[in-house]
Every structure is written in structure tokens, then in C-alpha cells.
């Protein structure tokens, strides 16, 4: 699916002020592609992808899928939440079951998925655990085969490892990159790492404080799947980090 | 273990000052007393029927209290005006103690079994609306934004998103509305005489039979705590168990 942000601004009226997020915002994401959003807290990059998801709308421009303007939530552009938003009172299976069942997919078929999807994040035993018996990690995992469940054309992921330690964060890294390459859905991956954005990205668009503008544009050509200890990445994380702002 | 041992003791405690005959039997109930109350009130049939009288009204009571209680507290979180306006009331009438309903109760229903229900109705309504519709206005944004992006919206939303979030809440509130149903039950109880455990206590004293007014104390303690056990410490642990600590 292709994205679009056409002249796109989005201002939040707070009492006594309006705050500007998003300011003439042009974005273009080709379908298929891993673009990476980066830029320091505050900059708008999760209202990008809560525009993208439709749980947000645009004060002015247009917000379009494949052409068309974004009226609301879709099954096909998933969001996940910076800290997973699984629900605590279903089980793992239940959660990543969630969508499917939305669907109205029988059961056998269900049950059939959502073992593929764990043992793909490598949860399958925890089907039947409870949320909050899970660590950081793998509330994200489990995030990840919930929005995967539902096989969306667009993953929307909002800064997703960024409480994960550097351990956890690289081999979600791998099994990300694993899963992409297989799917080959578009990815909006916004995070504040630079060099998870180098490690990660087909393009990163580099984004200013608020109101959030786009300062840069990168393309990655390294070949995949990448680790963070080869060559071209800290060069390359160099570059991109020249263009933010200080 | 420990409680065990503390109890055993208090029991030995009670019947040795019992022997010594330190007070009179009116005022102090002795173990062999108390025991030979409750062995009689079984034997006569005058316990189980005022233990069954006093646990019916509470189940009646409470069930109408829990299905008009979320039902209200359903409504107040989505119809504006109900809440500015019926939610109001539910506000003020929450300082007021349910045995105060008791007179206007028996104005309305006569001196029946009505007015005591009325009573026991009211001890839990208010707590379980107002915790419904806490549980509900309080859904997490995030959950719902969750849902809708997967696809959910409407009554499968309601049924499998909010509803579900609302259940730590809606729990306390539940827990909470039958220690209220409970106390105002045995309050009308004692003012209107009626075949339960109430009446039960108010008779003891008037005969001043101290075994038996010890010995429906023990019999209403005994039936709380088996009900908080049974009922409501397995809602909690159920919740518990899903949410661990996130439980609201």
C-alpha cells in the first residue's frame, strides 16, 4: 500500500493555546518499503502514524492510501503502540487472536495462525500466559504477531523497542527484519535511535522539533539482512545524524 | 498455623472465664451457653429458617441491585443528560445511610417484606452504578484505539473491549454494594420484625437470653465471612490473576 502526506498540517487547540504538531508536512512511502521516521521527543512522528492509522485527522492536506484519502481506522494499517496496548485481561493467544476473530476466521483456521504467528515471534510457549506476566520484550513480540495477524499491507510501529534493553533490541532487530523480508508489507517505523533507523530503513526522513517539518530525507542502500556492527551503518548514522537538529 | 492457635486459645479463654462465674449470665454468654443456643435453634428449626429468611432477601435484594445498578451506571456514562441530572442524585444519596430509606420505605411498601428489599436494593444500587459507570468512562483511550485499528467497533467493541476493562472496577463495586446490602439488611432487620436473623438478635435481648443474641452474631459473622470467601475473594482473585497488578 502507498502512503501519502500532502501538505499536511495538524494543530491541537489546547485551552488558551493551539499547539502546532505537524506543519506543511510532503511524505511519499512506496508500497513494500521500510521507512524510518526519526527526530527528537515531542516532534510529531506518532502523530504521523496515528494519521496513517486513522485514529487521527489531519487539520489541513491530505492523509491518502493508495491514492485515496484516509477516512478512519482499517484493519489494513496497524498501529503498535510504544508499549504494546495489549489487553490485560485476555491471555496471549486471545490477544493475538483478537483481530481474526473481528474477521469472523473459524476457529481451526484461527488456532492455526495465531500458532504460526507465535512460534514466528518465538512466544509459542506463552500462549497461555497473561499480560502482565510478560517482560518488555515480549509484550512487544506479542504486539507484533497481533498486528501481523491480521496480515496488513501497512505496520505502523511507534518507537516499539525503545524500553527494550540493547540485548532484547537486537534480536528483535533480526526477527523484525525477518519477518519483513517474508511479508513484504510497507513499514513506518519511528524511533529517536538513529542508528535503528540506519539499521532498519529503506529511506529515513529526518524530522524537526515541533511543529514538526521534514528536514531530510536518507536512502539506505546497505544490503540486508543488516546487524548493527556492519561497516556501512555508523557512517552512514553519521550522516543522518548531521542533518537533525542539535 | 498461627490462627489456629490464637482462636484455640480465645476459645479456651472464653470457656475458662465462663466457669469462673465472674459475671452474671445475662451479661456474659458462656461457651456451653452459646453452643447449647445454636444446637437448639437447629433442633427447633428456628436458625435455618432465619438464616434462610435473612440470606433470601439479600439475594433478591442484591441481584435487582446489580442488574439495575450497571444497567444505570451504563447509561449514566453515555447519556449526558442522565448524568448531569440522575447522576446527581446518585452523588447526594450516596452519604446517606440505606437504613435511613427504611421509613420511607415502610410509607410506600406498608410494614412488609417490601420495605425491608427496598432497603437492602438501595444499600447496593448506588455503589454498583457508580462503579459501572467509572469502569466504563474509564476504558483506557489506548485499548479502545487498539480495537478500533484491528477492526472492532459498536456492541463488539462494548462486548469485548470495554466491557471487559471495566471488570477490576465493576468488581470492587460489587464487592462493595454487598457489605452495604448486608449491614442494611441487618439493620431493617432489627427495626421490623420479620422472620430472619435480625429479628433472631432482637429476640435474644428480649428475653434476655444473652447465649442466643452471642450466638446469631456468631451465626451472621460466620455467614459473612463464608460469602466474602465463596463469592467475592474468588471475583478478586480471578481479576487479580488476569491484570496482576495493573487492576485499577
Known sequence: MDLELRGVSRDFIRPGRSVKALDDINLSIRSGEFVCLVGPSGCGKTTVLHLFAGLDKPTDGLVMADGKA????????????????????????????????????????RDQLVENLLEMVHMQKFAHSW???????????????????????VLLMDEPFGALDALTRAVLHKELQGLWLKAGNTVVFVTHNVREAVLLGDRIFVMSRAPGKILAEHRIDLPRPRQMEDPGIMELARQVLGTMER | MQRTLFLSGLIGLWFLLGTLKIWPSYIFPTLSGVVASVVRGIERGTLPIAVWGSIRRLLIGYSIALVSGIITGFLMAHVKLLKNTFGLLVLGFQTLPSICWLPLAILWFGLSEKAILFVVVMGAFLSIAQAAEDGIKN???????????????????????ILPSAMPTLATGMKLGWSFAWRSLMAGELIYSIPGLGYMLMMGREL??????????????????????????????????????LAR
Open chain 1, 131 to 153: 499480560i502482565h506476566e510478560l517482560s518488555g520484550g515480549m509484550k512487544q513480540r506479542v504486539a507484533l504477531a497481533r498486528a501481523l495477524a491480521v496480515d496488513p499491507a
Open chain 2, 139 to 161: 476504558t483506557p483511550a489506548v485499548y479502545l484505539q487498539a480495537a478500533r485499528n484491528l477492526g472492532s467497533s459498536g456492541a463488539r467493541l462494548y462486548r469485548t473491549v
Open chain 2, 208 to 245: 434476655n437470653d444473652m447465649n442466643q443474641v452471642v450466638a446469631v452474631i456468631l451465626v451472621i459473622i460466620f455467614l459473612g465471612l463464608t460469602t466474602d470467601k465463596l463469592v467475592f475473594s474468588l471475583l478478586e482473585r480471578s481479576v487479580r490473576s488476569r491484570w496482576g497488578t
Open chain 1, 70 to 109: 484516509i477516512t478512519g481506522t482499517d484493519p489494513g494499517r496497524v498501529l503498535i503502540f510504544q508499549d504494546a496496548a495489549l489487553f490485560p485481561w485476555l491471555s496471549v493467544k486471545s490477544n493475538v487472536e483478537f483481530g481474526l476473530k473481528v474477521k469472523k476466521v473459524p476457529r481451526e483456521k
